[in-house]
């Protein structure tokens, strides 16, 4: 009766390199366990950078409207928003939240485009964290 060989998973092809991996010996030799030093190397993922997402006071639009708008696209509390939005109407303005670019600039553009339907002039804008 022949032995079951176990197909051994080889390590060293992962290419990301935040997980521990074995070492492939250098002498070309295929068979076998992979032998040698356990490694652990720097994780290569960065931290993305972070972006404010920046509401400006103007005289027109409603403080309701700004309030929903901070209540439906930033997942603020009715005290919450109604606090930013005071603090944008009496400073000229505020953050609403702090996200990923791609997340802030999408929650630009739903703001943007809601205001615009509405017709109010409200302006939001993405700064650098
Ligand atoms: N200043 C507006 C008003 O008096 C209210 C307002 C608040 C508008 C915040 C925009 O980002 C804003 N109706």
């Given at each position: 009766?022949?032995?079951w060989?176990?197909?051994?998973?080889?390590?060293?092809?992962?290419?990301?390199?935040?997980?521990?991996?074995?070492?492939?010996?250098?002498?070309?030799?295929?068979?076998?366990?992979?032998?040698?030093?356990?490694?652990?190397?720097?994780?290569?993922?960065?931290?993305?950078?972070?972006?404010?997402?920046?509401?400006?006071?103007?005289?027109?639009?409603?403080?309701?409207?700004?309030?929903?708008i901070l209540?439906?696209?930033?997942?603020?509390?009715?005290?919450?928003?109604?606090?930013?939005?005071?603090?944008?109407?009496?400073?000229?303005?505020g953050?609403?939240?702090?996200?990923?670019?791609?997340l802030?600039e999408t929650?630009?553009?739903?703001?943007?485009?809601?205001?615009r339907?509405?017709?109010?002039?409200?302006?939001?804008?993405?700064?650098?964290?």
């Amino acid at each position: 009766m022949s032995r079951w060989r176990i197909p051994i998973f080889r390590f060293a092809r992962m290419q990301t390199s935040a997980q521990v991996r074995m070492n492939e010996p250098d002498d070309g030799n295929t068979d076998g366990p992979a032998t040698g030093v356990v490694t652990r190397s720097k994780p290569k993922a960065k931290k993305p950078s972070m972006y404010k997402v920046i509401m400006l006071n103007d005289d027109y639009t409603p403080m309701e409207f700004v309030v929903m708008i901070l209540e439906r696209f930033f997942n603020k509390n009715h005290e919450e928003a109604s606090q930013i939005m005071l603090h944008v109407h009496q400073k000229g303005v505020g953050v609403c939240g702090v996200y990923t670019y791609e997340l802030g600039e999408t929650k630009v553009t739903q703001v943007m485009d809601l205001a615009r339907q509405h017709q109010h002039p409200l302006q939001c804008t993405l700064e650098k964290a």
